[in-house]
């Protein structure tokens, strides 16, 4: 994972040049990434927590499923694909929002999106040590109080998915 090759992109989110994954960690470059909210007919959010192997973001509870685009992919094929390396499904995807990069987004363009499914879910286990349904409410209370076990990521973009 560390030399895969990701797109740097500008402010405006066009591809200047691809350069390794943890470069571009590493220099704090702009690049993408997709995230995925995963709710069940109950509307309950299905969250992950980060595996311990993970260089970012260790033991934190994050969105469903998450990733980099890949160099040569785009948003769109990016999403299934994290859901299906993730947790092992696959489900219909609805584009909600885009976010610029930003340091408190790691520098990365996020296009979140948007599913349904109850699974069961097989996660890989060398992305995620566990798996939790959790309420809206519940969510909406954590990223109030601005739990210290969610990642940053999911909070900014929780309270953007509340807006909408």
């Known amino acids: 994972m560390q030399n895969e090759l990701l797109a740097v992109v500008d402010e405006h989110d ?3 040049e691809h350069r390794p ?3 571009i960690h590493a220099q704090g470059l702009r690049h993408r990434a997709v995230h995925i909210l995963v709710f069940d007919d109950q509307g309950r959010l299905l969250l992950q927590k980060r595996s311990m192997k993970k260089d970012l973001n260790k033991g934190l509870w994050d969105t469903s499923a998450a990733g980099h685009v890949d160099q040569g ?3 769109d094929a990016c999403a299934p694909r994290e859901l299906r390396e993730e947790l092992n499904v696959t489900a219909p995807l609805t584009p909600l929002f885009k976010l610029s990069a930003t340091p408190a987004l790691g520098m990365e363009f996020i296009k979140v999106y948007h599913s349904q499914h109850n699974g069961p879910f097989e996660f890989a286990t060398e992305e995620i040590d566990e798996i939790r349904w959790s309420s809206r409410d519940e969510i909406a209370r954590r990223v109030t109080e601005n739990d210290a ?3 940053e990521t999911f909070k900014i973009i929780w309270r953007h998915y509340q807006e909408i």
Do not use: A, D, F
């Open 14 to 16: 066009v591809i200047l």
């Open 21 to 23: 994954r943890h470069e």
């Open 73 to 75: 992919e785009s948003y």
């Open 149 to 151: 076990t969610l990642t």
